[in-house]
């Protein structure tokens, strides 16, 4: 599978597979530009829209205005969808343009953003190849006070640049414009020049309508697309103008506030490690142990004890917990059988046929590679072959349910000649006490 794709299909990120690729036939492309009482910059960025060099007859402006006072002027033969002004709801008004929109690829601009000619074209090429490709453009920053609206953007944004965000530039050349993603990936995804299919766009439900203030709606998002198996890109050639500087290096207490109010609201929707505290419970679980059948109430205590001295914020779902208080009192621990609500999705779940006590200093590095790289899952072996457990990312589990099969990502194998299978009986006061060795547990 390596270096190869299938039909619309590369494997984990590799969207450097298409290079060199023109979709044949181009798509029917939507681009929603978000409005909030910015007339003047709303004029400029239609009028870059009317200069693309994309087939006119292929391209659709859909203006969704979030509750201005007036209503927004448009040109004929762009459509205008509004909401009440109930505050900020960026969100909710993407959402509504996304509704309206007729094209099979969807592209998000915000009013204030004005694109150059090739704009459309270059975002849009990756999501036309490959239904699962979010691309980001490159946002550049001006001040185009005193530019007339019908500059020629290409023009008037490089002679009025401001400094262009250094963590944003240094972030595109480290991973390869987004080539080597991670979990921690969707932070470079800014959705003011962002772009995907309308059918990746719907599978997610679009954006979280719940987000009520400036900042964070796009990362939680893209947070979202990429557990579902989404391929990012930067696509330097996809260059828009911004009219003033990058909001996240203002140094004023304002500014500050915003961003803590993002992190904060972050910490709970995106439990990967750099994201949440790394002490508190996330909402979501990153790690989610299944331990299958019915173990003892022994083997049970010392497996999931282990489990979470050695990952204190995993969530643990056994099919049949024993009535154990310190096992039925933890809000960690999870019985399948009971018919409480299961755990929501984890980015990874490692499921045990059986207890066993797993090193996690072996397994730390390789779990947190899944679905970063061509490796979805990984099954852990014993020495002599025994399946020991599997663990496999949500990317993988989604790709899997989308396509029907496996060829989304790779699946690797871990001997582990450390991590021993529990007895029925293993002695519980030695294992608590601190003087258990292999013989008195397995």
């Known amino acids: 599978m390596t270096g190869r794709t299938t039909g619309d299909r590369v494997p984990g990120n590799r969207w450097d597979l298409l290079d060199g690729r023109a979709p044949d036939p181009l798509p029917r492309v939507s681009v929603i530009v978000a409005h909030y009482e910015q007339p003047a910059e709303l004029a400029r960025t239609l009028l870059a829209l009317a200069r693309q060099d994309y087939p006119r007859d292929l391209l659709e402006v859909i203006v969704a205005d979030d509750g201005s006072t007036i209503a927004p002027l448009v040109p004929e033969g762009i459509a205008l969808v509004r909401q009440d002004d109930l505050g900020f709801r960026l969100s909710a008004v993407r959402n509504l343009g996304a509704r309206s929109a007729t094209g099979s690829v969807l592209c998000f601009l915000d009013a204030d953003t004005a694109p150059e000619p090739g704009y459309v074209r270059a975002l849009t090429r990756l999501p036309a190849l490959l239904p699962e490709a979010v691309t980001v453009g490159r946002r550049r920053h001006a001040d185009l006070r005193d530019t007339p609206a019908d500059a020629p953007i290409e023009e008037a944004g490089p002679g009025a640049a401001l400094p262009e965000p250094e963590w944003l530039a240094d972030a595109y050349r480290r991973s390869g414009d987004l080539l080597r993603s991670d979990d ?21 439900g679009g954006f979280d309508e719940s987000f009520t203030a400036y900042g964070g709606e796009d990362w939680e998002w893209a947070h979202r697309a990429w557990q579902a198996g989404a391929v990012f ?13 990058d909001w996240a290096g203002r140094p004023d207490a304002a500014s500050r506030a915003a961003a803590n109010r993002q992190t904060l609201r972050l910490a709970t929707a995106i439990p990967v490690t750099g994201s949440r505290g790394a002490g508190l419970l996330p909402a979501q679980p990153d790690l989610l142990v299944h331990l299958r059948g019915e173990p003892t109430d022994a083997a049970a205590f010392v497996c999931v004890d282990a489990l979470l001295t050695a990952v204190p914020t995993a969530t643990i779902l056994v099919d049949r917990l024993p009535d154990v208080p310190a096992l039925r009192d933890d809000p960690r621990v999870h019985d399948l059988l009971s018919g409480e609500a299961a755990p929501g999705d984890a980015r990874v779940t490692l499921t045990l046929p059986r207890p066993v006590l797993l090193s996690w200093d072996r397994l730390r590095d390789r779990v947190a590679a899944l679905g970063t790289d061509e490796d979805g899952s990984v099954e852990l072996v014993s020495p002599d072959g025994a399946v020991l457990g599997v663990a496999v990312s949500r990317r993988a589990r989604a790709r899997r349910d989308r396509w029907g099969d496996d060829r989304g990502f790779r699946t690797g194998r871990l001997i582990l000649d450390d991590a021993p299978v529990l007895r029925d009986d293993p002695d519980v006061e030695a294992y608590v006490g601190g003087w258990a060795g292999p013989d008195r547990l397995c």
């Not at 932070?187 to 599978?203: H, K, P, Q, S």
């Not at 890109?233 to 500087?245: E, I, K, S, T, Y």
């Open 184 to 204: 921690r990936s969707y932070r470079f995804v800014i959705g003011a020049v962002i772009a995907c299919t309308r059918a990746l766009f719907d599978e997610l």
């Open 233 to 245: 890109a930067h696509v330097p050639d996809a260059v828009a103008w911004h009219d003033g500087p």
